[in-house]
């Protein structure tokens, strides 16, 4: 079985179970970020399915959706580093 990415594992994680800041180094319900910039993502494959749209708007939409998981993998290793630290302590 193929080993999956940061994202795919983390697609379980909710709203509710709050998202991992760096600058408080904790997890806070307010900020959602992880689980918005996966909606994000969302969106923008739904739109990139639709044999309909430009090439110009596919071209945008892919470097939309690319920012937008790149920037959920950033959130996801911070975790991970945060989680490293308090397994060092």
Sequence with gaps: ???????????GFTEESGAF????????KESGAFESKLESAKKVLE???N???TLQDSLRAYELGMSELS??????????????EIKAT
Excluded: H
Aim: net charge positive; charged share 35%.
């Design 47 to 49: 739109r990139l399915m």
């Design 21 to 28: 800041t760096k600058e408080s180094g904790a997890f806070t």
């Design 71 to 84: 920037s959920a993998q950033k959130i996801l290793e911070d975790a991970q580093i945060k989680i490293n």
């Design 1 to 11: 079985m193929a080993k999956k990415s940061l994202i795919e594992e983390a697609k």
């Design 51 to 53: 044999p309909e749209i």
